[in-house]
C-alpha cells in the first residue's frame, strides 16, 4: 500500500465524518504529539532487552502473549502516529514520497557511507541541523 | 512508493553505514520524538492562518518565498519523523500496512460516520483509550 | 513551594513505593513524553480564542464548567510533565534552580531586549542551537 | 527558588521583550514539544548505563568531559522545557504549585503504598486515564 492510497483512506475517513474541518496544520500537529506520547508510553518501562523482545515473539502463533500485546498495541499507536503525519503532510502541502526520497538522498550525500560506518556520533548528526 | 520500499531504503541506508545496531525500539522511540519537536517547532509561533497559508504558497513556482521555504522544511522534518517512525515500527516487528489498514477499519465501526459526523467531540475520542 | 521541596516530596513517593529503580533518564524521558502528549491532546481540537478563554473563565466560581473542566485537567496534565521532568532532573544530576537560572541570563544576554522587541524571529531563535 | 519566582521571571523576560502576545496555549504547547525533542535528542543513542553515568561524573570537578558537558546541555534542555511549562500553565490559568500538590495527594491515595510496592505495572497506571 503506498503513501497516496493510505492519504486517499485517510480523506475519505474525514470527510465520511465532515472532520476536514478540524485537520489544520496546528490541530494535527498536536494530535500527532498525543499519538506520539502513547506510544513512547508503551516502551517507558521496559528495559533495552524487554523492548526488544517485542519483535522476537515467535510471531502471531508465537510463545509470549505478553509480547503480542505489545506488539498488537504497538501497532496501533504506529497507525495512529502515521495517520495523522500524513493529514498534517497534507495539511502542509507537502508531497511526502518526494520529500522522503529527497531527504534520503540529502542523508546519502551528507554521510558518505565510508565515513559514517559504525559512529553513532556521525549519526546524532543526523538531524536537520545537523 | 509504498511503505515497503521506504522500509527498504531505510534498511539500506542504515546497513551500508552500519548503523543497524542503533536501531533498537527505546533508541527510535527517542529520535522520534526529536524529530517531532523540530516539526513542532516549525509552526509554534505561527498563527492558524499563517500555518494554513504554508499549503497555499503557489506551488513551487509560487509567490510566496517564505511560505515555500517554510514547506519546504516541513517536507524534510516530516521525512524525518516518517523515517523512524518506519524503522520504529521494523524494530517491533509492526507490519505497518497491516497495522494501518486494521486500525482504520475498527475506527470505521467505532465511530460511524452518521453519529460522528461534524463532532470535534467524536474526534477527540479518536484515541487508543477513546 | 520550590522546586527542591517538590522533588523531595517525589523521591518521598518513589520510595514509599520502591519504585526508584524505574527512575532512569530513558524511562523518565518517555515517561515525560507521554504526559507531554496528554497535554497536547487537550488543546489539539481547541481554536486559539477557545484555548485562551480557558484561563479567563471566571475562577473557580467562574461561569463556564467547560473551560474549568479543562483548566482543571490541564492543571493535571501540567503536574504530571512537571513531576517526570524534575525527577528526569535528578536522574541527570542537573540543578534545576541553578540551570534555569543560568540559562535566563544566558538568554538575556543572547536577546537584548532593545533588539528583540516584539519580533517572533528573535523568539523563534530562542533555541539552544538558535 | 519557588516556582512562583521562575515564573515572575519568566513574565519580567517576556515583558521586557514585548513578547508576551506569543505566549498563547496552543503556541506554548508546540514550543513546550520542540524542547522536549532537543531533551529526548541527547538521550536517543545512549545506553542506559550511558544516560545513568550523566549523574556520575564525579561533579563539576569530576573526571569525565563527556559526562560533564552532557550534563551541562541536559541542565540547559530541563530548563527551556520547564521555563516553557511554566508559561503553558499561566497562559491556562493553572496554579503550578497548587494543582501539584493536589496532583501529588491524589496519586497517593490511588496507589496505596503497600499495594503498590515495587510494581511497573501500578507505575504504568500513574496515568491519567489510569
Redesign the interface.
Known amino acids: 500500500?503506498?503513501?497516496a492510497a493510505?492519504q486517499r483512506?485517510?480523506r475519505e475517513?474525514s470527510a465520511?465524518?465532515?472532520?476536514q474541518r478540524?485537520n489544520?496544520?496546528?490541530?494535527l500537529?498536536?494530535?500527532?504529539?498525543?499519538?506520539?506520547?502513547?506510544?513512547?508510553?508503551l516502551?517507558?518501562?521496559?528495559?533495552?532487552e524487554e523492548?526488544?523482545a517485542?519483535?522476537?515473539?515467535g510471531g502471531d502463533d508465537g510463545a509470549d502473549p505478553a509480547a503480542q500485546r505489545l506488539?498488537q498495541?504497538?501497532?496501533?499507536?504506529?497507525?495512529?502516529?502515521?495517520?495523522y503525519?500524513l493529514l498534517?503532510?497534507?495539511?502542509?502541502?507537502?508531497?511526502?514520497?518526494?520529500?522522503?526520497?529527497?531527504?534520503?538522498a540529502a542523508?546519502?550525500e551528507k554521510?558518505p557511507?565510508h565515513l559514517?560506518?559504525?559512529?553513532?556520533a556521525?549519526?546524532?548528526d543526523l538531524?536537520?541541523?545537523g
Do not use: C, H
Not at 517485542?54 to 515473539?57: G, P, R, T, W, Y
Not at 559514517?116 to 553513532?120: E, H, L, N, P
Open positions: 500500500m503506498d503513501v493510505m483512506a485517510l475517513f465520511e465524518r465532515e472532520w478540524f489544520t496544520p496546528r490541530n500537529a498536536l494530535a500527532l504529539v498525543g499519538e506520539v506520547g502513547e506510544l513512547a508510553e516502551l517507558q518501562w521496559l528495559t533495552d523492548a526488544a517485542i519483535a522476537d515473539d506488539r498495541r504497538a501497532g496501533e499507536e504506529v497507525s495512529d502516529v502515521l495517520a503525519l498534517l503532510a497534507e495539511s502542509l502541502g507537502v508531497d511526502v514520497e518526494r520529500a522522503f526520497t529527497a531527504k534520503l542523508n546519502a554521510y557511507a559514517a560506518r559504525g559512529s553513532a556521525k549519526y546524532t538531524r536537520p541541523e
